[in-house]
């Protein structure tokens, strides 16, 4: 499932004054590691509420030491837990570059607290605040290009149903600077059709084309799933897209045939597979998630489709057929908050061809924007003409990546666990 990766919580305040500007990150009390952090930035002789003044002269190493004290800062307030697990040995480094996810983060950070000062900035030097946000931008696209993985596209590979998708989806609302195409070694993803900067919006998707459970409630089968006990609203859409997937005349026909016959997730692996992982910490994963399907699937059927045989065919409710629709849903669901607030599981179609990496392009995703009523993928750093565009699924380790979604990380995956006892995980580094 494609998880929410939102910016972890933080409150900006900007003052103005005669003689400058002053700026401040706090550290919000909301965030669950609030006091670690708190710790941590009084260690440094960081004041967690105290304010970084920005006065004249405005000189190119005036405007550095400024950047320099918020980006500090903002590095440990954009800690995760596994970041403070490993750092927290050594206090120094804490404030130096850590890994290319925290210190993208916190140069984010950094520039909506510059953008929320100009904005508030009526009668003071916004050029200056504007040449710190440039010198953050140049930080920004100095990562990108130092993190920038090459692509190279599958020759003489078809993309028919993949560009009917786009064309279907550009025609219902649709907004991409992505096309799609099958990378070597990676399956499909989607490629910038041009250079994007950061801040682009690579991708925006109207609520009107996302599989919500809205699809289930206006279904024929809804009034039989909502007096079944202890069914979620998940299993409802999961059970919907197993139909839906044949049927001809749907609104997402175009998504359905897009869709691959096989996922090759962990899931579906052969006897021959697991054999060769027996010991390891994977397969113990993908038995116990295929007995918790199993035993999900034995619930509903062959129940469901002995008392309601017309609308749970029993050619369409199989148990391969399940397996597959768990799949999709692992692999390709995301979860999406809407403007009332409320979080629901969904596909997201032409989103799914968007790839993960611990690096990625794309960092803050997920909430529909209540003025255009879109869903929108605005970039965190540069993505050039030709180049695959990455986002996040997640803190996943390797093994839930392979047990879920079908694949592992090139890259060293800071999110790998090792158990020790029977109560803890020892995160790996990178």
């Known amino acids: 499932m494609l998880m929410i990766y939102m910016q972890q919580q933080q409150q900006y305040v900007t003052t103005n004054h005669d003689d400058g500007h002053s700026l401040l990150l706090k550290l919000s009390e909301n965030d669950p590691l609030f006091h670690k952090k708190k710790k941590?930035?009084?260690?440094?002789?960081?004041?967690?509420?105290?304010?970084?003044?920005?006065?004249?002269?405005?000189?190119?190493?005036?405007?550095?030491?400024?950047?320099?004290?918020?980006?500090?800062?903002?590095?440990?307030?954009?800690?995760?837990?596994?970041?403070?697990?490993?750092?927290?040995?050594?206090?120094?480094?804490?404030?130096?570059?850590?890994?290319?996810?925290?210190?993208?983060?916190?140069?984010?950070?950094?520039?909506?607290?510059?953008?929320?000062?100009?904005?508030?900035?009526?009668?003071?030097?916004?050029?200056?605040?504007?040449?710190?946000?440039?010198?953050?931008?140049?930080?920004?696209?100095?990562?990108?290009?130092?993190?920038?993985?090459?692509?190279?596209?599958?020759?003489?590979?078809?993309?028919?149903?993949?560009?009917?998708?786009?064309?279907?989806?550009?025609?219902?609302?649709?907004?991409?600077?992505?096309?799609?195409?099958?990378?070597?070694?990676?399956?499909?993803g989607a490629i910038a059709r041009e250079?994007?900067?950061?801040?682009?919006?690579?991708?925006?998707?109207?609520?009107?084309?996302?599989?919500?459970?809205?699809?289930?409630?206006?279904?024929?089968?809804?009034?039989?799933?909502?007096?079944?006990?202890?069914?979620?609203?998940?299993?409802?859409?999961?059970?919907?897209?197993?139909?839906?997937?044949?049927?001809?005349?749907?609104?997402?026909?175009?998504?359905?045939?897009?869709?691959?016959?096989?996922?090759?997730?962990?899931?579906?692996?052969?006897?021959?597979?697991?054999?060769?992982?027996?010991?390891?910490?994977l397969l113990e994963e993908i038995v116990q998630a295929k007995e918790h399907l199993r035993s999900q699937y034995d619930e509903l059927f062959p129940a469901l489709y002995h008392d309601h045989p017309d609308i749970f065919p029993p050619d369409l409710y199989t148990w391969e057929h399940f397996l597959w629709a768990c799949e999709l849903w692992y692999s390709n669901s995301m979860k999406v908050v809407f403007p009332d607030e409320r979080f629901q599981t969904c596909l997201v179609p032409v989103a799914g061809f968007l790839n993960h990496s611990i690096n990625p392009h794309i960092m803050q995703y997920g909430k529909v924007d209540s003025t255009t009523n879109s869903l929108k993928f605005p970039l965190s750093r540069p993505c050039n003409a030709g180049e695959q565009c990455f986002l996040s699924y997640g803190k996943l380790s390797c093994s839930h990546l392979v047990t879920f979604y079908g694949f592992s990380t090139q890259a060293d995956n800071p999110y790998d666990v090792i158990p020790i006892g029977t109560s803890s995980v020892f995160y790996l580094s990178e």
């Not at 079944?228 to 045939?257: P, Q, V």
Request: aromatic share 6%.
């Open 40 to 188: 941590l930035l009084q260690l440094l002789g960081i004041s967690p509420d105290e304010c970084i003044h920005l006065k004249a002269p405005y000189t190119a190493v005036v405007l550095n030491s400024v950047l320099d004290q918020l980006l500090q800062k903002a590095r440990i307030m954009t800690f995760n837990e596994v970041d403070l697990y490993f750092d927290a040995t050594d206090v120094i480094q804490l404030v130096k570059f850590n890994n290319p996810r925290n210190e993208l983060e916190a140069l984010h950070s950094v520039l909506l607290l510059i953008d929320n000062s100009i904005l508030s900035a009526k009668h003071l030097r916004v050029d200056v605040l504007q040449d710190l946000r440039e010198m953050i931008l140049d930080k920004i696209n100095a990562l990108g290009n130092k993190i920038r993985q090459d692509t190279v596209l599958a020759q003489n590979v078809s993309c028919d149903k993949e560009t009917c998708l786009l064309q279907w989806g550009e025609g219902a609302g649709v907004q991409t600077k992505l096309d799609i195409a099958y990378v070597e070694g990676a399956g499909r």
């Open 195 to 281: 250079n994007l900067k950061a801040g682009d919006i690579a991708l925006e998707i109207p609520v009107t084309v996302i599989i919500s459970e809205e699809a289930v409630h206006k279904s024929d089968m809804f009034p039989i799933l909502e007096k079944f006990e202890g069914i979620t609203s998940e299993t409802m859409l999961l059970l919907w897209s197993m139909k839906e997937k044949h049927n001809r005349d749907s609104n997402f026909k175009f998504y359905f045939d897009a869709l691959p016959a096989v996922f090759n997730t962990g899931l579906s692996f052969g006897v021959d597979a697991l054999l060769e992982l027996d010991g390891t910490l």
